[in-house]
């Protein structure tokens, strides 16, 4: 439910790992033209592997991250290519790199 701290605490976890912060909101990520919402992403996890070490908050995750496939045809899925991209973005995420990613 909205105003029980999510984000608050997300922020603590940074801040005791000495890690700086980066904050999305779901829905920020998706445009109405086709391909921009994954490029997006890609811009998004590159800002965090260029500001590791990072903590990488997805707020609002649940309205986008649907089961997959049942996007109802939002924008021609636009859902499922971003849930699509972020799990690409994750699973390229080198062992070294410090970015540790929270999603709510």
Do not use: H
């Given at each position: 439910p909205p105003g029980c701290g999510k984000t608050l605490l997300a922020k603590a976890i940074a801040n005791e790992c000495q890690a700086n912060f980066i904050s999305i909101k779901g829905p920020e990520l998706l445009t109405m033209?086709?391909?921009?919402?994954?490029a997006n992403v890609r811009e998004l996890?590159?800002?965090?592997r260029g500001a590791a070490p990072c903590v990488l908050f997805f707020d609002e995750l649940d309205s986008i991250a649907?089961?997959?496939?049942?996007?109802g045809g939002d924008a021609?899925?636009?859902g499922d290519r971003v849930i699509n991209q972020?799990?690409?973005?994750?699973?390229?995420m080198g062992a070294k790199k410090s970015v540790f990613i929270i999603g709510a």
């Amino acid at each position: 439910p909205p105003g029980c701290g999510k984000t608050l605490l997300a922020k603590a976890i940074a801040n005791e790992c000495q890690a700086n912060f980066i904050s999305i909101k779901g829905p920020e990520l998706l445009t109405m033209w086709f391909g921009e919402s994954e490029a997006n992403v890609r811009e998004l996890f590159d800002k965090a592997r260029g500001a590791a070490p990072c903590v990488l908050f997805f707020d609002e995750l649940d309205s986008i991250a649907r089961a997959r496939g049942s996007s109802g045809g939002d924008a021609g899925g636009a859902g499922d290519r971003v849930i699509n991209q972020i799990l690409t973005e994750m699973d390229g995420m080198g062992a070294k790199k410090s970015v540790f990613i929270i999603g709510a």
